[in-house]
């Protein structure tokens, strides 16, 4: 009886996500790619059928057995529909929304504190320069003990909690009390919450001679100002050549991939252009002369960069402005277009695909895998995507360079994958937390003895405390690691204990420029520039 009385819900769910997403659709909305609102679809309320559906849900709610939530019903009707559609087309409420809008704007209201869940305090490992944390007189090394009047002692207070208990309107405040070098102030802090923006560049610095390194992490609102300024004063730090580090880069707004695409030519050029069944044709082109016009240009990828990074990536292969170096991206071609409830949720909804300047498009073949029936009545679909590269699609640049559609973005310069990083020895360890946790409990309580020149150039990890570290898995975390794999591992781990170091005391970009000085396609990279680069 009871999953006869599941599956009635179900299904009369499943129509009424049918009605919503026709609602839904004669709705304005924000392109993704900009702001420009369409008015063209027409409301499914006016066609045959809708008054039935709507009866149906009226009966449902008035009528059920049951005392059930409409609004909770219809919700999982539309993510159930929309998850059948493709895998980038997806649901979200209206907490998943904000944090959406708040991470590709790189702004939000709160403190601006970076922490890291250290026994039972959180440790105060990064400050928003300017933000108000660092204003109220909070210092890196801080433990924060209680926010407010919550004890975090207890070790019991989630992260979604502490999250809401620092955030919170522009002008409010917050009490926080913090504990300095072993001893509580006598006062917490005060601090005023305010808006805090984050830069979407990881960093942006001069590698090598005439040779500048940048690092996009996302691509919002900002991401294309933040570029044009940094590529400003690179070049004015002599800056001739560059190398674009989009590994990683999970994509964002493409408009924002469109201007960064632009900032590499110096006259008008077709970028991307996008296409669907209920989308005619529309064309993307560099607008002026950019910022780097002239000079050589590397671009990393791998398979983990996608979307807006494989629009720019592609542009700049297609019209041999750039060389790629590293491993096939992760090819998603289609573009979304968010559509918004009253409520505050939203719809992405897949409605074109884009195709780079030759007209690749680098949209991976997904098939819906196998589910079983619990999977089913719960409405969720599993997705696969192609690991196969097909290289049916070629196209010829004009320079005569063969490149190929259906599935990622293939380099010019191929990386294998490094096998001490895809262990499952290292994942986990990486994903155990064991490196921060060593690091924040041993590196510190002492300021270091160096500059931060000093300390990039010239600092590496003791031998000693690398057996420390492998000591503290076996003993402490649970983490058996024999000796042959301790010695496979210890670059990449004493990397990343050297890289955490310098993060701490000297910020995110100090993180990168000491990760830099062992990544190998960093090293292909220069290499392909002509430089002759030391094992490190």
Request: net charge neutral.
């Amino acid at each position: 009886m009871q999953k006869s009385i599941k599956r009635n819900i179900f299904v009369a769910a499943t129509y009424a996500a049918v009605l919503l997403l026709g609602l839904l659709l004669g709705q304005n909305y924000a392109e993704e790619q900009g702001n420009n609102q369409k008015t063209t679809f027409s409301s499914l309320s006016s066609r045959g059928n809708s008054d039935k559906l709507q009866y149906l849900i009226q009966l449902i709610s008035e009528n059920y057995v049951d005392n059930i939530s409409i609004d909770t019903v219809q919700d999982e009707a539309i993510e159930h529909v929309v998850s059948r559609l493709d895998p980038f087309s997806t649901f979200l409420r209206p907490k998943e929304v904000l944090a959406k809008h708040q991470t590709l704007e790189g702004s939000f209201d709160g403190i601006g504190v970076e922490y890291f869940r250290l026994k039972d305090t959180l440790l105060v490992v990064g400050l928003v320069s300017g933000g108000p944390a660092e204003k109220s007189g909070m210092r890196i090394g801080d433990r924060i003990l209680k926010i407010g009047n919550k004890d975090l002692a207890s070790g019991k207070v989630t992260e979604t909690e502490i999250d809401r208990l620092i955030r919170g309107k522009k002008g409010s405040a917050v009490l926080i009390s913090i504990q300095r070098n072993g001893q509580e102030l006598h006062t917490p802090l005060k601090v005023i919450r305010d808006q805090v923006n984050v830069s979407s560049l990881d960093a942006s610095y001069m590698i090598a001679p005439k040779t500048a390194y940048i690092k996009i992490r996302r691509f919002g609102h900002k991401t294309a100002d933040e570029f044009k300024q940094s590529l400003i004063d690179l070049r004015k730090s002599g800056a001739q050549d560059l190398i674009l580090d989009l590994r990683n880069n999970g994509g964002g707004f493409v408009h924002t991939a469109i201007d960064l695409a632009g900032q590499f030519f110096k006259e008008k050029r077709l970028l991307m252009y996008t296409e669907g069944a209920n989308e005619l044709r529309r064309d993307y082109y560099s607008e002026k002369a950019g910022e780097f016009g002239e000079g050589r240009v590397i671009v990393l990828i791998n398979e983990s960069t996608a979307s807006a990074s494989e629009i720019l990536s592609g542009a700049l292969q297609d019209l041999d402005r750039a060389t790629i170096v590293g491993r096939r991206s992760y090819g998603k071609g289609l573009v979304q277009e968010q559509f918004d409830f009253s409520d505050g949720s939203a719809v992405n909804l897949t409605v074109a695909r884009y195709y780079t300047p030759l007209g690749r498009c680098i949209q991976r073949k997904y098939t819906r895998a196998n589910f079983d029936v619990a999977k089913y009545m719960t409405g969720f679909d599993l997705w696969t995507l192609d690991t196969e590269y097909s290289q049916k699609e070629m196209f010829t640049t004009s320079k005569g360079k063969l490149v190929f559609g259906g599935g990622g973005i293939l380099p010019d310069v191929n990386i294998p994958i490094d096998t001490n990083e895809t262990s499952a020895k290292y994942r986990e360890i990486f994903h155990s937390n064991a490196i921060e946790e060593f690091v924040y409990d041993r590196f510190t309580r002492h300021l270091p003895a160096y500059s931060i020149e000093n300390f990039i150039s010239g600092y590496h990890l003791p031998a000693s405390e690398f057996d420390l570290f492998i000591h503290y898995l076996n003993t402490q975390k649970n983490i058996a690691v024999t000796a042959r794999e301790a010695e496979n591992l210890h670059d990449l781990i004493q990397s990343d204990i050297e890289a955490l170091v310098g993060r701490y005391y000297f910020g995110r970009e100090a993180y990168y420029k000491i990760k830099n000085r062992k990544d190998k396609f960093i090293e292909i990279g220069l290499k392909t520039l002509g430089y002759q680069v030391p094992k490190a």
